[in-house]
């Protein structure tokens, strides 16, 4: 119980970025699994979406509903960005960097000026 208590003590910015990680987890895995036939991958897929919502959900013990969404959209629209250009092949483009820059920006701005 103790254990339980200190891990929900932790800063939830900690859980809304670990939420964020799983996001781009299940969505890596998702395309993996190619349809979701392959099903290892749908297997990591489950275990990261549902690890992904509840870090997820315990961050909104501290961040309000709105920006812990935004954030954790945002960091896993950014992530995916990044390993679908690095695993996938996807397109790069200055724009597409350029935005995807704004992207963190705008994360960063809502960690610093989000009241908690």
């Known amino acids: 119980m103790k254990l339980m208590k200190t891990i929900l ?3 939830p910015w900690i859980f809304l970025v670990t939420a964020g990680i799983f996001e781009i987890g299940f969505t890596s895995f998702m395309k993996l699994s190619q349809g ?3 099903w290892t991958f749908n297997i990591f897929f489950a275990v990261c979406a549902i690890l992904s919502f509840a870090f997820l959900n315990l961050s909104t013990r501290g961040i309000s509903l709105g920006t812990a969404y935004a954030v954790w959209t945002g960091i896993g629209a950014f992530g995916t960005a990044i390993i679908g250009v690095i695993l996938f092949q996807d397109p790069t483009s200055l724009w597409r960097t350029v935005f995807l820059t704004t992207l963190i920006g705008s994360i ?3 960690k610093f000026f989000s009241p908690s």
Request: charged share 35%; aromatic share 12%; glycine share 12%.
């Open 9 to 11: 003590d932790l800063n």
């Open 108 to 110: 960063i701005g809502l």
């Open 36 to 38: 979701f036939e392959k």
